[in-house]
């Protein structure tokens, strides 16, 4: 029964790691979009480097924070794991 047990962690640590792969894809092709977005506004004369780059400012903060919160939140996690064995 153990080898059972191991076989089915593993698989739900792979399913977790393929939903994280996947996410992350699509948060680089959203920031891709957004470059592109970006770039043609600036070109097409719909609007100034200001409110460019205050818009990419505002959506780099916003990223910063979201890394942080899953930083500190894994990193808590792994520490009370450890605690615990």
Same mark, same amino acid.
């Given at each position: 029964?153990?080898?059972?047990?191991?076989?089915?962690?593993?698989?739900?640590?792979?399913?977790?790691?393929?939903?994280?792969?996947?996410?992350?894809?699509?948060?680089? %092709?959203?920031?891709?979009?957004?470059?592109?977005?970006?770039?043609?506004?600036?070109?097409?004369? %719909?609007?100034?480097?200001?409110?460019?780059?205050?818009?990419?400012?505002?959506?780099?903060?916003?990223?910063?924070?979201?890394?942080?919160?899953?930083?500190?939140? %894994?990193?808590?996690?792994?520490?009370?794991?450890? %605690?615990?064995?």
């Amino acid at each position: 029964m153990p080898d059972g047990i191991r076989y089915q962690s593993g698989s739900v640590v792979a399913g977790v790691k393929k939903q994280w792969l996947a996410k992350w894809q699509r948060r680089r %092709l959203a920031e891709r979009d957004l470059q592109q977005a970006a770039a043609f506004a600036l070109m097409a004369g %719909l609007a100034d480097e200001r409110t460019v780059a205050g818009f990419v400012l505002v959506h780099a903060i916003r990223t910063a924070i979201v890394h942080a919160v899953i930083g500190v939140t %894994l990193s808590g996690y792994v520490f009370d794991m450890r %605690l615990r064995h």
